[in-house]
């Protein structure tokens, strides 16, 4: 088939969802992000695609920092409930979803508690590129689990593998006990992105 311009990231699916988190003012916000990469190891720089109405981004670029945490597949639920509550909100959006979390160790950005990876970014540059807009972030510090040391034991970490939006976050394998992919399946597609993807 041909595919529709809407549809090409899903091509890349399943990916790996991380939790994108800043906080300022008083103010605690995280969206999952598909859109992001590691672009350079000298500096360490990584870049996020970001739909520049949403509340994160505009918190990260505002902070001028913000975190990358990757979750474990036991905390799909809250990260699903994070691209259903809008940051603008509420005063504390990873609280809100039941992730609870503190201060990074060198920069002012949220740490999610339980996460088997933190990322803390300063913020180094944000340009609009078509219709989002990319957050390029320079590494200042970065925490794993022990399920890390050189490569991931995957026997002590399970990543989510996100495969699309459909009613609710849908993974690869399928995951049959959760009824968000009970419920895409008949529902056959889901709202598209940047709500969700
Ligand atoms: C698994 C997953 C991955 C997503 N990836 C991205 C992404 O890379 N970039 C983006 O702008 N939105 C992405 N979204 C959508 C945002 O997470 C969603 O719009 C979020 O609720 C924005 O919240 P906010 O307005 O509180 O910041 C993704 C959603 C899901 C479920």
């Known amino acids: 088939m041909d595919v529709p311009s809407a549809l090409?990231?899903?091509?890349?699916?399943?990916?790996?969802?991380?939790?994108?988190?800043?906080?300022?003012?008083?103010r605690v916000s995280a969206m999952p992000v598909v859109s992001?990469?590691?672009?350079?190891?000298?500096?360490?720089?990584?870049?996020?695609?970001?739909?520049?109405?949403?509340f994160t981004c505009k918190l990260a670029v505002g902070a001028k920092a913000f975190s990358l945490s990757v979750m474990p597949r036991s905390s799909m639920s809250s990260v699903e409930r994070l691209a259903q509550v809008r940051g603008a909100d509420v005063k504390d959006k990873l609280e809100s979803v039941g992730l609870a979390h503190g201060s990074g160790t060198v920069l002012p950005v949220p740490v999610i508690e339980g996460a088997e990876a933190v990322l803390e970014c300063q913020l180094r540059s944000n340009r609009q590129e078509g219709d989002h807009v990319l957050l390029v972030g320079l590494v200042k510090a970065a925490h794993a689990s022990d399920a890390f040391s050189e490569f991931w034991d995957f026997s002590r970490y399970s990543p989510i593998l996100y495969a699309g939006w459909r009613g609710g976050l849908t993974t690869y394998p399928p995951d049959k006990l959760r009824p968000g992919?009970?419920?895409g399946r008949r529902a056959g597609?889901?709202?598209?992105?940047?709500?969700?993807?």
Not at 9 to 26: E, T
């Open 8 to 26: 090409v990231h899903r091509l890349f699916y399943p990916q790996v969802p991380a939790v994108m988190s800043a906080q300022r003012r008083g």
């Open 36 to 54: 992001y990469a590691s672009i350079s190891d000298s500096p360490p720089l990584l870049a996020v695609s970001c739909n520049p109405d949403g």
């Open 181 to 183: 992919a009970l419920r």
């Open 189 to 197: 597609r889901g709202r598209s992105r940047p709500s969700t993807g």
